[in-house]
């Protein structure tokens, strides 16, 4: 018996092989190819990263207290989704010979007092900001009123740098996910 090789094409791209070894070993190689190629052009997916930080918090008179520091010293931070910008306190961040006007209530919402901008580092839980610019205000009549002392008041100028901010009342945190 004589054995002729068995020609066949590859419809294609029109490469003739002299039998069917030659063919598994091209698509295998082929496929080889294909595979270091996709792995090397395609870059892994990867799923996105949340971060979550949870801070305990307290209420007095119905007001979210954060326990916090404030340049390294103990603080305690008012949870403010209605102020634009955080506000601390002059003596809490360290300025004390600052002469600002005490912070005051307008009416039903609202406050004015004089204000300063200062670069101050808060912390809250595993959460940072270093050289965070605030307003520096007296605070000591809104702790009067508040009928606890606050250092300072977390606004949604911090807030707004998390996708969602979820305050868990049963559990006593204040949940920011980034």
């Known amino acids: 018996m004589i054995f002729r090789p068995r020609i066949v094409a590859c419809p294609k791209c029109g490469t003739r092989f002299e039998s069917d070894t030659d063919v598994f070993i091209f698509l295998g190689l ?3 190819l294909g595979l270091l190629l996709a792995s090397l ?3 892994p997916a990867r799923a996105q990263e949340r971060t979550a930080y949870t801070v305990p918090f307290h209420t007095v008179r119905g007001l979210i207290l954060l326990d916090g520091q404030l340049n390294g010293h103990a603080a305690v931070f008012l949870l403010d989704t209605g102020a634009n910008n955080s506000v601390m306190d002059y003596r809490a961040a360290g300025f004390p010979s ?4 005490a912070l005051r209530s307008t009416g039903t919402a609202g406050s004015e007092g004089s204000c300063t901008v200062r670069e101050v580092k808060i912390s809250l839980e595993h959460k940072s900001w270093l050289n965070r610019r605030v307003c520096i205000m007296d605070l000591s009549d809104a702790s009067r009123r508040a009928g606890s002392q606050i250092d300072g008041f977390i606004g949604v100028d911090v807030l707004r740098e998390f996708s969602a901010v979820r305050i868990d009342y049963k559990t006593q ?4 996910e980034k």
């Open 30 to 32: 082929g496929l080889l």
């Open 41 to 43: 052009l395609c870059q």
């Open 98 to 101: 600052l002469k600002l006007d």
């Open 173 to 176: 945190t204040v949940t920011l």
